[in-house]
C-alpha cells in the first residue's frame, strides 16, 4: 500500500466547522492535506499545505450552473485536472470526514454512492487512468452532449444542436460533469472493478443524513469497521443546521461528537447561510 496526499478546493469565503471537522480529521488521521483555493481562506486549519488553485485550473475558466448558481460544475473539472496533474494525491470534498487513513495499491480510491452511482466526494485515480483520459478529453467541449442522461434527453440535445443552438453544459442538468459521467466513464473502461462498496466512503445515504444530527444515534448500523470516511452532505447539512439548529449542530449527534472529538468548537465558525432559522 502506498501513501497518498489528500487535495481539496474551497471556493468563497471562511470555513465553517463543517469544513474545519473536515480537513482536521485527515491531518490528525496523518495524512498530508494540501488546500486549494483561489484567494485568501481566513481560518484554515493549522497543518495544511495551502496552494494557489490557479496552478490547477485557471480561475478564468470558472463555470456555473445557470440555473442553481452552484460553483458544482468548476469543482468536478477542478478534480479532474487535480489527479491528472498529482500521481498519489486523493481528490476529497471538504465536506468528507476521515475515520482511517485512505489506502490503495492501485491508485484506485472511489466508491459506489448509490446502487449504480460512484460518488466523486473521494477520488483516486492513477494519473495515466483510461477514465480520467476520458474525462477530461470530454470535459473540454463545453457543448458536449451526454449519454448519461437516456436517450430521450440526448435526442433533444442532438436536435437543438442541429438547429445551431447547442446547449452550454451550464444548462444541461445539474452534476453533468459529475457523478454520471465518471461512472459513465469507469463503466466504458471497466475500471469501475475497483469501486469499493458504499459503506466504505458513504456510509449513509443521502435520504439518512439528518441521522448524524439526531441526538444520541447509534451510528453503529451504518459505520463498519471497513467504513474509512463519512459524507457530511455539505450543502444540504449546512442548510439543516442553519434552519434547525441556528447554525451549531446538537452536542450528542455524531457530528457534535466528532467535533468533541477534535477539540473544535462549532460556535468559532458556526454555519450562516443566510436563511431564516427554523427550531424543530
Excluded at 43 to 60: F, H, K, M, Q, R
Excluded at 110 to 122: D, E, L
Excluded at 169 to 176: F, I, Y
Aim: charge should be neutral; proline fraction near 6%; charged fraction near 25%.
Amino acid at each position: 500500500m502506498r501513501e497518498y496526499q489528500i487535495g481539496m478546493l474551497w471556493i468563497g469565503g471562511p470555513l465553517s466547522f463543517l469544513e474545519i471537522l473536515a480537513i482536521r480529521s485527515f491531518i490528525d488521521a496523518g495524512h498530508h492535506v494540501k488546500f486549494f483555493s483561489y484567494g485568501d481562506v481566513p481560518n484554515i486549519p493549522d497543518g495544511v499545505e495551502v496552494c494557489d488553485a490557479n496552478t490547477v485550473l485557471s480561475a478564468d475558466s470558472y463555470l456555473s450552473h445557470n440555473r442553481t448558481g452552484s460553483f458544482t460544475l468548476h469543482a468536478d473539472l477542478f478534480r479532474y485536472h487535480m489527479l491528472a496533474q498529482n500521481d498519489r494525491l486523493i481528490w476529497v470534498d471538504t465536506d468528507a470526514y476521515c475515520l482511517k487513513p485512505f489506502k490503495t495499491g492501485t491508485g484506485h480510491y472511489y466508491a459506489f454512492q448509490a446502487r449504480r452511482s460512484v460518488g466523486i466526494g473521494v477520488i483516486g485515480l492513477p494519473s495515466d487512468s483510461e477514465a480520467l483520459g476520458l474525462l477530461l478529453e470530454y470535459t473540454r467541449d463545453e457543448y458536449a452532449i451526454p449519454d448519461w442522461f437516456g436517450a430521450e434527453y440526448r435526442a433533444q440535445l442532438e436536435e437543438a444542436y442541429n438547429r445551431g443552438e447547442p446547449v452550454h453544459v451550464s444548462d444541461q442538468p445539474w452534476g453533468a460533469w459529475g457523478p454520471a459521467a465518471f461512472t459513465y466513464f469507469l463503466n466504458r473502461t471497466g475500471e469501475i472493478r475497483h469501486a469499493l462498496p458504499r459503506e466504505i466512503l458513504y456510509p449513509f445515504r443521502f435520504n439518512e443524513r439528518l441521522l448524524m444530527l439526531r441526538r444520541g444515534y447509534d451510528v453503529h448500523q451504518h459505520i463498519t469497521e471497513d467504513t474509512t470516511s463519512i459524507h457530511f452532505y455539505g450543502h444540504r447539512m449546512r442548510v439543516r443546521i442553519a434552519r434547525r439548529h441556528d447554525g451549531i449542530p446538537p452536542v450528542r449527534g455524531l457530528i457534535g461528537r466528532l467535533l468533541k472529538k477534535h477539540g473544535i468548537d462549532p460556535g468559532e465558525a458556526p454555519i450562516r447561510t443566510g436563511l431564516p432559522a427554523k427550531r424543530a
